[in-house]
Structure formats: structure tokens, C-alpha cells
């Protein structure tokens, strides 16, 4: 009997001894693969909010493109509105610098844009007002390229149906002043401060 003992034991070190490397390799597998899904899911992340940063500081910087146009704009205004109000009988010239362009794809995507909308109605209502101000903007002065191209080249007229035209046309550009000096307001004091909030809070 005591000859069979060492038998026993000799047979149970080769079982573990088998076990042990495989079970070594499934852990180093398992760890290996979980680790992978780790860094990918960090990646990803990492991704997503880069990606988010890029696009909130694109829409910061389409505001103030925005912001140095209506300066510029503003100023070409105020010098037809002094040079035609000191040449009342004179018909007026089409002015090329009379223009207005914005982004209107990186503007419109700010309403679908979830981030956007997650933040609260009140920046989204601001957001949606500056888009429509934008638009009336453009589409006034488009008219008045198109109207003023019109008169120019129509078949010449008298004095006062020039007088007419100039004070409809002096007074659109006092409208779209006026628009302007809103439009700043709704950028500088809501869109600009809140997209520089979300995009503070995205580098913290």
C-alpha cells in the first residue's frame, strides 16, 4: 500500500502542471482583449470630443467673421447714405461692396446640432432669432443690388421719380442698419458667450 502513495502523487503534478499554462493564457487573452476594447472606447471618446471642439470653435469663428462684416458693412451704408443725400437729383449707382455672406451651412447645423439643443431653448431661441435676422438682412439687400442695377440701367427719368426711388432706397439701407446693430447685439451678447461657455466646458 505505501508503494502506491508516490504513484498518486506523481500523477496529480503532471494534471496541475498541464492546467496551469493554459489557464495563464486565458487570463493574459482575456486582459489583452479587454484592454483593446478599453483603448478603442478612449479613442473613440477622445474622437467624438475633438470633433465637437472643432466644431463649436468653426461656429465662433463664423460669428465673428459675421461680427467684422457687419462692421464693414455698416460703414458702406453710412458712406451712400452721405454721398446720396448730398446728390439728391443723381440716380443712384449700384455699389459692388453693398453685399452680405455667411455660412449658412455651419448656421442651420447649429439647430440640429444635439449639443446645441441640450444646453437649453433660451440659447437655441437666441441661436434661431440671428439666423432669421440673417436672413431678412440678406434678402433686403439683395433686393436693393437688384433694384438699384434696375434703375441704373433703365431708360433715364426725371428728377422726381429719382428723388422717389432714392428715399425708398435710403430708406432700406436705414432698415438694414438697424438690423445690423441687432444682429451684433445677438451675437455679442448671446451666441458668442454661449457657444464660448459649452466649448470651456468641453476643454476643462
Do not use: C
Not at 1 to 13: F, G, I, S
Not at 21 to 29: G, H, R
Not at 34 to 60: C, M, P
Not at 122 to 136: A, C, D, K, Q, W
Amino acid at each position: 500500500m505505501e508503494d502506491d502513495k508516490p504513484d498518486v502523487e506523481k500523477n496529480e503534478k503532471p494534471e496541475k502542471s498541464f492546467w496551469r499554462p493554459i489557464l495563464i493564457e486565458f487570463v493574459t487573452v482575456f486582459f489583452g482583449v479587454l484592454g483593446a476594447f478599453l483603448v478603442n472606447d478612449w479613442q473613440a471618446d477622445k474622437q467624438e470630443l475633438q470633433n465637437k471642439v472643432t466644431y463649436f470653435e468653426s461656429f465662433i469663428g463664423d460669428l465673428r467673421h459675421i461680427q467684422y462684416q457687419i462692421g464693414q458693412l455698416d460703414s458702406v451704408i453710412s458712406e451712400i447714405q452721405q454721398r446720396e443725400n448730398n446728390n439728391v437729383d443723381f440716380m443712384i449707382r449700384p455699389n459692388p461692396d453693398l453685399r452680405f455672406k455667411t455660412n449658412d451651412y455651419l448656421i442651420q447645423s447649429a439647430f440640429q446640432n444635439e449639443n446645441f439643443t441640450a444646453i437649453g431653448s433660451e440659447f437655441l431661441n437666441n441661436l434661431s432669432f440671428g439666423s432669421n435676422v440673417i436672413t431678412e438682412i440678406k434678402e433686403r439687400i439683395d433686393n436693393v443690388r437688384k433694384l438699384s442695377r434696375e434703375h441704373y440701367l433703365s431708360t433715364p427719368v426725371n428728377k422726381q421719380e429719382v428723388r422717389i426711388f432714392k428715399e425708398w432706397y435710403l430708406g432700406e439701407l436705414s432698415e438694414i442698419k438697424k438690423l445690423l446693430d441687432q444682429l451684433s447685439k445677438i451675437i455679442e451678447q448671446g451666441a458668442l458667450p454661449g457657444t464660448q461657455s459649452i466649448l470651456n466646458r468641453l476643454n476643462e
